[in-house]
Every structure is written in structure tokens, then in C-alpha cells.
Antibody
Framework: QLQLQESGPGLVKPSGTLSLTCGVSGGSISSTNYYWGWIRQPPGKGLEWIGS???????FYNPSLKSRVTISMDTSKNQVSLKLTTVTAADTAVYYC??????????????????WGRGTLVAVSS | DIQMTQSPSSLSASIGDRVTITCRAN??????LAWFQKKSGKAPESLIYAASTLQTGVPPRFSGSGSGTDFTLTITSLQPEDSAIYYCQQYKSHPLSFGGGTMVGIK
């Protein structure tokens, strides 16, 4: 059974870089028909999509974060990485890794988040 | 950007009750809508995609409907394990976006 596990520092200093990895077990991140993405949820707030990456290297980012975000895949380690630069307290959140799978319904492709990790809390504080 | 609005923000119902949560998009998203369940300390779980297709393994008391801008998630007979926060999400276009969530509690 495929599982996702986020890992990384739980505390980052303001103006620093937040770096997280998503380890994937039970399957390959190079499989066709899957994107890999990151979503976050600040305390007491809603879910915010950060971005997604496909095995070809193509990426999609939320415009609100695009200038500070890099999402990449390391197929040798079977993991997906997130880097967010110049962080502030507003970046404090639970960060989730998620797989976006392709399913066909009535001859239409539906790319939806079908599997999530448990999330990891990252606090930005000095 | 597409904005998703859920209502109510919270509700409390009795075991066996029928529960309905609504989700509205500020522009048409066809049927590119998913529903998720989030329990404290656990990973979000996919319930429904394509507005009405049940994810494999999800109990049939869950159902989804709607198309365009208005969608609903229905739990036909609420069970204790359904206490959670439910989110809708559109995936018609980037940036992907989520509703604010509905907290479902048991009376």
C-alpha cells in the first residue's frame, strides 16, 4: 500500500528557507498518471495549494507563492521536495504532501488528490 | 482564481441523521470537484471525485452531487466515525482551491 511521509525541520527562522521532503513507500513516484503536490494549512485557517510536479519535471505553482517556491522530484530516492524561501510567520502551517492521480470518468480525465500524507507542522520563529 | 465557499461551517447531528454540506464555486467548474474528510492527527482522505464518483473503499452512505457551481455532499445515515472536517476542492483550473471546511460533530 502506497504511503506518503513528510519530513523536515519543525522550526525555521524568519527570512530562512523551509525545506521538506515527502518520502514515498510502496510505489514509484515515476509512475505515469500521477502528479505530486504540496498543500498547507496555517493554524485556524483553510487549506492552500502550494504546487505540483510531474515526472517530466513540469511544475505548477500557486501564483501567491510562485516567486518563493520550488518543488522537485528525486527519483533515485523516491521522494518529492519542497523549498520555500524567505519565510515569515505567515508560512507557519501544517504542510501536506499529496498524490494527484488521473482517473477517467465518462471519457473525461479527472486529476484529483487521491492520497495524502499525515502532514508536518513547520513553525517560523526566531 | 476560483473561490470555493462551503456551508455550513459547522453542524451537529445525531447518529442516523441525514447530513448535507454544500459547496459553491464562484464560476463554473463542470464536475471537477472533490470532497475530502479530515480527522484530527490523520491524513486527509479522498471521499469523492468528479463531483459524484465514490473513491474506492468509501462507505456508500457518502454521496456527492452537482455540476457547474453548486455541489453537495450527503451522508445518508451519520455514524460516530464520521465526526470530522469535510472539505471540497476544485481541480478545473490552477490555482487549485479548497472550501473553508465544514466541521461535523455528533450530538
Amino acid at each position: 500500500q502506497l504511503q506518503l511521509q513528510e519530513s523536515g525541520p519543525g522550526l525555521v527562522k524568519p527570512s530562512g528557507t523551509l525545506s521538506l521532503t515527502c518520502g514515498v513507500s510502496g510505489g514509484s513516484i515515476s509512475s505515469t498518471n500521477y502528479y505530486w503536490g504540496w498543500i498547507r494549512q496555517p493554524p485556524g485557517k483553510g487549506l492552500e495549494w502550494i504546487g505540483s510536479v510531474y515526472k517530466s519535471g513540469i511544475t505548477f505553482y500557486n501564483p501567491s507563492l510562485k516567486s518563493r517556491v520550488t518543488i522537485s522530484m528525486d527519483t533515485s530516492k523516491n521522494q518529492v521536495s519542497l523549498k520555500l524561501t524567505t519565510v515569515t510567520a505567515a508560512d507557519t502551517a501544517v504542510y501536506y504532501c499529496a498524490r494527484r492521480g488521473r482517473l477517467v470518468v465518462a471519457d473525461t480525465d479527472h486529476w484529483h488528490f487521491d492520497l495524502w500524507g499525515r502532514g508536518t507542522l513547520v513553525a517560523v520563529s526566531s | 482564481d476560483i473561490q470555493m465557499t462551503q456551508s455550513p461551517s459547522s453542524l451537529s447531528a445525531s447518529i442516523g441523521d441525514r447530513v448535507t454540506i454544500t459547496c459553491r464555486a464562484n464560476e463554473g467548474i463542470d464536475s471537477y470537484l472533490a470532497w475530502f474528510q479530515k480527522k484530527s492527527g490523520k491524513a486527509p482522505e479522498s471521499l469523492i471525485y468528479a463531483a459524484s464518483t465514490l473513491q474506492t473503499g468509501v462507505p456508500p452512505r457518502f454521496s456527492g452531487s452537482g455540476s457547474g457551481t453548486d455541489f453537495t455532499l450527503t451522508i445518508t445515515s451519520l455514524q460516530p466515525e464520521d465526526s470530522a472536517i469535510y472539505y471540497c476542492q476544485q481541480y478545473k483550473s490552477h490555482p487549485l482551491s479548497f472550501g473553508g471546511g465544514t466541521m461535523v460533530g455528533i450530538k
